[in-house]
């Protein structure tokens, strides 16, 4: 049974560029959520996604948005990046149950912006 | 606001002494509380997890026990190994979707 998976591993983009992340959740499960977790700190919620709908958001500006398809998969997109956008970014899957359930999360990439 | 407050790091210790990591949180309502451990250039694994008070969760030789009147979670194991070396991280969620509200992470490094 794959894991939640993420790509690329790394990328390497410059300041006001965009950038686009993929994630494919763990069999079974339905929801996606992304967190960025810069250098040395915990992870911070970004958004989560259901039923291809934005359910939830975090404290990010609107130049992070996103997209989940019908197969669950979801893409992270970043617009106009600034240096502070450098973080490992990271995918968590779950399946919607009507309550809160275990977040797993995939290895994560690595975003490094010059 | 919700909030977790970890002991900073690192953290160095000896093959089989005695690890705790200490977690305190802040949160409306009854939240769900987590460890995750990030093992170097590696994501995020649940380490274990407690969903109401009194509860203990326990996996790999690792505890910790939700303590609702302290409002702590402090993550013990009674003989770490050099294996154990990874960056421990405490959580929250208060909705019912799962969001989660982590500590800044305990890095813990074991020597042999």
């Known amino acids: 049974d794959a894991g939640v998976t993420q790509s690329p591993t790394h990328l390497i983009k410059t300041r006001g560029q965009q950038v686009t992340l993929r994630c494919s959740p763990k069999s079974g499960h339905d929801t996606v959520s992304w967190y960025q977790q810069a250098l040395g700190q915990g992870p911070q919620f970004i958004f989560q996604y259901y039923e291809e709908e934005e359910r939830q958001r975090g404290n990010f500006p609107d130049r992070f948005s996103g997209h989940q398809f019908p197969n669950y998969s979801s893409e992270l997109n970043v617009n106009a990046l600034l240096l502070g956008d450098s973080a490992l970014y990271l995918c968590?899957?779950?399946?919607?149950?009507?309550?809160?359930?275990?977040?797993?999360f995939g290895p994560g990439t690595r975003l490094t912006v010059l | 606001g919700n909030s977790v407050t970890q002991m900073e790091g690192p953290v160095t210790l000896s093959e089989e002494a005695f690890l705790t990591i200490n977690c305190t949180y802040t949160a409306t309502g009854y939240p769900s509380l987590f460890w995750y451990v990030q093992y170097p250039g590696e994501g995020l694994q649940l380490l274990l997890k407690a969903t109401k008070a009194d509860d203990k969760g326990s996996n790999k030789g690792f505890e910790a026990t939700y303590r609702k009147e302290t409002t702590s979670f402090h993550l013990e194991k009674g003989s770490v190994q050099v294996s154990d070396s990874a960056v421990y991280f405490c959580a929250l969620s208060t909705d019912s979707w799962g969001k989660l509200q982590f500590g800044a992470g305990t890095q813990v490094v074991v020597t042999p």
């Open positions: 968590a899957s779950s399946q919607d149950r009507g309550r809160a359930d275990t977040q797993y």
